[in-house]
């Protein structure tokens, strides 16, 4: 097999795993002398000094705040299926509502969806997007034409709690109750637990009316933005946070981006170092997909190209 198709293959693996770039270790596969001609598939580049080490491709910071739809999903306001308790005191005992000294009481009532609810003798009120303070103020006023003693209070004893959700590769996925107004999508993660590894590794998707906003970690940390009820936030492993380890070394293996922007020796580090035995530090490949594609050749022996 030629190196050429041979870096081809390898290519087209690191293409399907979706890897950020792969480290090779010469001795087991190609030397490096079959780097020396340039090749129309990839670019060939010697890594001798610091100024010759590639810009960071990656940026993060990823990430487009969601759009508003339902706006703050908790309120004081009297909303559907809250449950409210009246309570009308009158020490006339003429009045509609004497009871010998005790309240007159109306409920516990569920606020069905049109908001309006009926009062013995007064009629409907509409309790929807009211303030309970303005519920009784509203019920007061329309008992003065039945008696000028009696006075109403409402309270609320019951309300479905909105939520929003949190999926994935969190500590504790489930429904997070928004029982304060002001909830941002960092207080959602928070609620969970978090990710079950660092940040960096995974990738933050919310879903809002049925458009996905899709986060790398850095972005949903410096664009936190309110929680809206039906909210889904699902933490899943951003696989472009990986690299692939071969050849002469202790553990070939994919390693997990052990910092956001690691360095060949974060890289190697990670992979638990050299097989001291076969490798030859000299001689150190690193590939990233690109177009064209990219092969830095290191030699290790020299500091300038850690």
């Known amino acids: 097999m030629t190196f050429s198709r041979f870096l081809n293959r390898l290519l087209s693996t690191i293409c399907i795993f979706s890897f950020a770039s792969c480290a090779y270790m010469s001795q087991v596969g190609p030397q490096k002398g079959s780097f020396d001609a340039q090749s129309a598939d990839y670019r060939v580049i010697e890594i001798k000094s610091r100024a010759d080490i590639p810009s960071q491709t990656r940026r993060y910071g990823s990430g487009d705040i969601p759009s508003p739809v339902r706006g703050s999903s908790y309120s004081d306001k009297v909303r559907s299926r809250d449950v409210l308790h009246f309570v009308i005191t009158d020490l006339n005992p003429q009045s509609l509502f004497a009871t010998k000294g005790e309240p007159y009481n109306i409920g516990p009532m569920e606020v069905p969806e049109d908001g309006r609810v009926s009062i013995p003798y007064v009629g409907e009120l509409q309790v929807i997007s009211q303030t309970l303070s303005e519920i009784s103020a509203d019920l007061n006023e329309k008992l003065k034409p039945l008696s000028t003693t009696a006075r109403a209070s409402v309270s609320r004893s019951g309300r479905i709690s909105r939520t929003a959700n949190v999926i994935g590769e969190v500590k504790d996925p489930g429904p997070v109750v928004l029982e304060k107004s002001g909830i941002t999508s960092l207080d959602l993660l ?83 170092g050299f097989d001291e035995r076969r490798s030859d530090p000299s001689g150190v490949f690193v590939f990233r997909k690109g177009n064209p594609d990219e092969v830095f050749t290191l030699n290790l022996n020299e500091p300038g190209s850690m």
């Open 190 to 272: 928070a609620a969970s637990g978090g990710p079950t590894e660092a940040e960096h590794l995974f990738k933050y998707t919310l879903r809002r009316d049925g458009k996905d906003y899709v986060f790398d970690y850095q972005g949903f940390r410096k664009s936190a933005f309110p929680v809206e009820e039906g909210d889904l936030l699902s933490v899943t492993t951003d696989i472009s946070n990986r690299f692939y380890v071969m050849g002469a070394i202790n553990k070939p293996t994919t390693v997990p981006f052990p910092v956001p922007a690691p360095t060949l020796a974060d890289a190697l580090g990670a992979a638990t």
